[in-house]
RNA sequence: GGAGAGAUGGCAGAGCGGUUGAAUGCACCGGUCUUGAAAACCGGCAUACGUUAAUAGCGUAUCCAGGGUUCGAAUCCCUGUCUCUCCGCCA
C-alpha cells in the first residue's frame, strides 16, 4: 500500500501519478472520507479519553469509600455517544481501507510512461538467435516426437491449461530447476527455501494478490490459497519482522509450483505450456536497505540472465512502461526469451522492486543504530526463471533437424552427462 | 480424530476487575568509576495511529485474534487461531 501520508498531503500529484499507470482515483471521494476521518477521530477519541478518566476517579472515589453515584451518572450519557462515534469512525476507516488496499503502487521516475506493453522499452540484447536450415518445431510437436509432453492426459486428469511431462522431458525439466537454484545459491548469494504451498489470507495480503486479486488464485475449502508465486511465502517471511540493518540484504530462493486461474485470459496461448494453471518457478527475493533497492533491482534482473546466458538462449531485456507494471511494482525489468518456433520473444522473467508497498502492507521493518524508530526494508521479487517456459525455450532453441533436441552444456551434468535427448540410435 | 495445558514487552517471567503500557531479571543504550576492560552503581529502553511545523508535547489503541459482560478488562464469559503433552492414525 501507499504512504496514506501521501494521499494526505499530496493527492494531487498523487492522483495523476496513479493516473500514468492507468489508475483512476477518486480524489474527490477521497477527500470527503479524510474530512470526514479527521472530525470524528478527533470527537472520539476525546470521549473515549473523557470515560477512561471517569472510570479512573470512580476507581479512586470507591477506595476511599466516597459516594461514586454521580460519576456514574455522568459516565452513563458518554455511553451511547461513544458508541454511535465508534461505529462511524470504523465505517469510515473501512470505506478508507478498501480505497488504499486497490491502489497500486507508484511508478519510478525512471519507468517510461505508456499504456500498455506496446509501449515496453527494449534496455539490451543478448545472444543472436540462431538459424535452423529445416522447418523448426514448436514445443508441442517436439514433445510429441520425443515422446515427452502429454497434453491429453493432462486434460482428461484435470482440463485445460495443465501439462503431463515424461521420460527425458521431464528429466530435463528437472534438471532446469537445479540447475538454476544451484546458480542462485552458489553463484549469488540466495538463500534455499523450501515453503508452504497453500498460504493464509494474510500473506496473500501482505504482498499485494489480495484483496483485489481474489479471482486469480485457486482457493481451498478451509480459505487457504494455492500460491500463485513463491513470492508470497517468501516475502512474508519477514511480514511483522524488525530486523537488525547488519542482516540486510536478506536474499531468498525456492523453486515451487505456481498456480493462476487465468481468469480472463481466455483465447490466448490456448496451446501449448506457455500457460498453464500449473508451472514450475525459480524465484528470488530480496529484503533490502531502502538506499539499495534500485541497484539490488539491476543486480537481481542480473542474476535472471545469467541463467539465460549459462543455457546460451537468446534474451533482451525489456523496461515495462508504467500502464504495463503489475500492482505492486516500482519498475519492472521482464527478460523475454527467444522463441524460435513463434519467431518472437516471449515473457520468461519478470523482476520487480516494489521499494516499500508491500513492506508497509506487511509491516515488516529495520532498526538501524542512528535512527529511532524503525523504518520500512524495501522487498524485490524476480523469477530466476519460469521452468516451464524455460523447458520450451530449450527444446525449441535446441531442436535437430530429426527432432531430437542437444542437452545445453551446463545442463548435461544434471542429466547424467547425457548430450542429447531421443537421439536416434 | 480423542483428552488435557497454555499464548503477557527483544528474551525469561509476575500480575488474574480499578490510578497497569504493564513488577522483576537478562539483553541493549548512555553515564559515574577505571590507564583500558570487567564488576559495581545511576539513568534510559515497545509499537502503531491521530493531532502538530515537529522524530516536542498531548491523545487513542495494543498483554494471540474477534466478539461480549462492566462505569472500568491483561485480568471474567463466548468463538476462532496457534503452541505444547498424552493416546490414536499416518509419509
Redesign the pocket.
Known amino acids: 500500500m501507499l504512504d ?2 501521501l494521499l494526505r498531503t499530496e493527492l494531487e500529484v498523487t492522483a495523476k501519478k496513479l493516473a500514468e499507470r492507468g489508475y483512476d482515483l477518486d480524489v474527490a471521494g477521497w477527500q470527503k472520507l479524510e474530512q470526514a476521518r ?1 472530525t470524528i ?2 470527537e472520539t ?2 470521549l ?2 473523557k ?2 478518566t ?3 476517579s ?3 472515589a ?2 476511599k469509600g466516597d459516594d461514586i453515584q454521580p460519576l ?1 451518572d455522568e ?2 450519557q458518554i ?1 451511547e455517544q461513544l458508541e454511535s462515534s465508534k461505529k462511524a469512525l470504523k465505517d469510515i476507516l473501512t470505506d478508507m481501507d478498501k480505497v488504499i488496499l486497490y491502489t497500486p503502487n507508484l511508478a519510478d521516475e525512471s519507468v517510461p510512461l505508456g499504456k500498455d506493453e506496446a509501449d515496453n522499452v527494449e534496455v539490451r540484447k543478448w545472444g543472436e538467435p540462431g538459424t535452423f536450415d529445416f522447418t523448426v518445431k514448436d514445443h508441442v510437436e517436439l514433445g510429441e516426437v520425443n515422446r515427452g509432453l502429454d497434453a491429453e492426459s493432462a486434460a482428461n486428469l484435470s482440463g485445460s491449461r495443465f501439462t503431463l511431462l515424461t521420460g527425458e522431458v521431464a528429466q530435463m525439466h528437472r534438471a532446469l530447476a537445479q540447475l538454476m537454484l544451484d546458480m542462485h545459491t552458489e553463484k549469488h548469494g540466495y538463500r534455499e527455501y523450501y515453503v508452504p504451498y497453500l498460504v493464509n489470507a494474510e500473506t496473500m495480503k501482505g504482498s499485494g494478490q489480495l484483496p483485489k486479486f481474489a479471482d486469480d488464485a485457486f482457493i481451498t475449502e478451509d480459505e487457504r490459497y494455492l500460491i500463485p508465486t513463491a513470492e508470497v511465502p517468501l516475502t512474508n517471511l519477514v511480514a511483522d519482522a ?1 530486523i537488525d540493518e547488519a542482516d540486510l540484504p536478506i536474499k531468498l530462493t525456492a523453486h515451487t509450483p505456481c498456480f493462476r486461474r487465468e481468469a480472463g485470459s481466455y483465447g490466448k496461448d490456448t496451446k501449448g505450456m506457455i500457460r498453464q494453471h500449473q508451472f514450475d518457478k525459480v524465484e528470488m527475493v530480496q529484503i533490502v536497505h531502502p538506499d539499495d533497492s534500485f541497484s539490488a533491482l539491476e543486480e537481481m534482473t542480473g542474476h535472471a540472465e545469467a541463467i539465460l546466458q549459462a543455457l546460451e538462449l537468446p534474451y533482451r531485456t525489456i523496461v515495462l512502461c508504467t500502464g504495463d507494471m503489475g500492482f505492486s511494482a516500482t519498475k519492472t525489468y521482464d527478460l523475454e526469451v527467444w522463441l524460435p518456433a513463434q519467431n518472437t520473444y516471449r515473457e520468461i522473467s519478470s523482476c520487480s522492486n516494489c521499494v516499500d508497498f508491500q513492506a508497509r502492507r506487511m ?1 515488516a ?1 529495520y532498526r538501524s543504530a542512528g535512527a ?3 523504518q520500512l526494508v524495501h522487498t524485490l521479487n524476480g523469477s530466476g526463471l519460469a521452468v516451464g517456459r524455460t523447458l520450451i525455450a530449450v527444446m525449441e532453441n535446441y531442436q535437430q533437424a530429426d527432432g531430437s533436441i542437444k542437452v545445453p552444456t551446463v545442463l548435461q551434468k544434471y542429466m547424467n552427462g547425457k548430450t542429447h535427448i531421443n537421439q536416434p540410435e
Open positions: 496514506p501520508q479527521k477521530q478527533v477519541e476525546a473515549q479519553n470515560r477512561t471517569i472510570s479512573k470512580i476507581g479512586q470507591k477506595a456514574l459516565v452513563a455511553g524488525i509491516q521493518r529511532k524508530k524503525p
